[in-house]
């Protein structure tokens, strides 16, 4: 029987439900706890997490991946609390954002250190907490080019991911060739790739979607909400129409919607700064689901970009 990483512990696939695959608890960048003017006590955190948790479960929601990488925010005793307290299963995940949000001990580290860092936290767990990661995150650095130290990350997240079996889910996919050379030299079936926010404001004209699903790698569309119609958009937005085209036109393509996951991105929580008022991981159930049935797409198309994909991405292949 296939499983997943949680961090209550592992459970069969086919209990994870519609899966919000690439959202956060909460995000910030190293340091930011640091910093009073965002500091929230653990009571505040919880008054805002633990409602956005329970309407996702409410409306239908199983799983929820928190993106957050190493050195972000990422709280694992937090997570297992919040998984007990809604019901909601969360997976964790290993890895960095980017190689400018590793911290110099870890940017200084050579690849068999990442790698093997990687699998002790997938399979034995993170910290003590006895929670274990179930994705490898990656990413390109600021610039949209990968860097000498994200090339490392991949490297040791494509190792880790023979090792172990779990998924990489990259921050952005800009860049894509150096990334599927580095996978390909390590032989990792580029299936074990979601490649994320293919669909963000600033790259997606940048971004070679439709070649990456060509060379086999899975396709985030993981930004819904993050709309230029907000009342204070980020500079990533996108008018809501305009990415809902763009998602329409590469899941026409034979085949695609078998290569495609979505999701919101959304902070429970942030740290460090104030977040994006008016977008939750309910974006999905509240707007994004409702678009896609007036689109024209059926139960079976919806079931297979939230349920069916999200479940065959995450399941461990070893």
Same mark, same amino acid.
């Given at each position: ?21 690439? &959202? ?69 995940? +290993? ?16 690849? &068999? ?15 003590? +907490?006895?929670?274990?990661?179930? @994705? ?21 997240? %494509? =190792? %880790?991911?023979?090792?172990? !079996? ?18 390909? *030299? ?17 790259? %997606?004209?940048?971004?070679?979607? +439709? ?39 590469? @899941? ?25 008022? !008016? ?13 896609? =049935?007036?689109?024209?797409?059926? *139960? %079976? ?18």
């Amino acid at each position: 029987m296939s499983r997943v990483n949680t961090v209550l512990g592992p459970i069969p696939t086919e209990e994870l439900g519609l899966v919000a695959v690439h &959202e956060h608890i909460g995000y910030g960048m190293p340091g930011s706890e640091l910093d009073t003017t965002w500091w929230k006590t653990p009571e505040q955190r919880y008054a805002e997490t633990v409602p956005k948790l329970r309407r996702f479960h409410e409306y239908g929601g199983g799983t929820f991946v928190d993106a957050t990488g190493i050195c972000n925010g990422r709280d694992v005793d937090y997570y297992r609390s919040l998984s007990a307290k809604t019901g909601v299963h969360i997976v964790a995940s +290993t890895g960095f954002v980017g190689g400018d949000t590793a911290l110099p001990f870890f940017a200084r580290a050579s690849v &068999e250190y990442l790698a093997e860092h990687f699998v002790h936290e997938i399979t034995v767990g993170i910290g003590d +907490t006895g929670g274990r990661a179930g @994705i490898i995150k990656v990413g390109v650095s600021r610039g949209g080019r990968m860097t000498d130290l994200d090339k490392r990350i991949y490297r040791a997240a %494509a =190792r %880790a991911a023979l090792t172990t !079996g779990v998924g990489i889910l990259t921050h952005l996919a800009v860049d894509a060739e150096n990334a599927i050379a580095i996978f390909n *030299e390590e032989g990792l079936p580029l299936d074990r790739v979601l490649f994320g926010h293919v669909d963000d404001g600033v790259n %997606a004209d940048k971004t070679r979607d +439709t070649w990456i699903a060509d060379q086999g790698g899975r396709i985030g569309f993981d930004t819904f909400g993050y709309e230029t119609e907000l009342p204070d958009p980020p500079f990533w937005a996108r008018p809501r129409k305009e990415r809902l085209d763009h998602f329409l036109r590469f @899941i026409s393509g034979e085949g695609r919607i078998r290569q495609v996951l979505a999701s919101a991105d959304a902070n429970c929580s942030p740290l460090g700064w104030p977040g994006v008022r !008016g977008h939750t991981v309910n974006y999905l159930f509240e707007d994004l689901i409702p678009d896609l =049935r007036a689109a024209g797409l059926d *139960e %079976a198309a919806i079931k297979t970009i939230f349920v069916d994909n999200p479940a065959d991405f995450l399941s461990i292949k070893n």
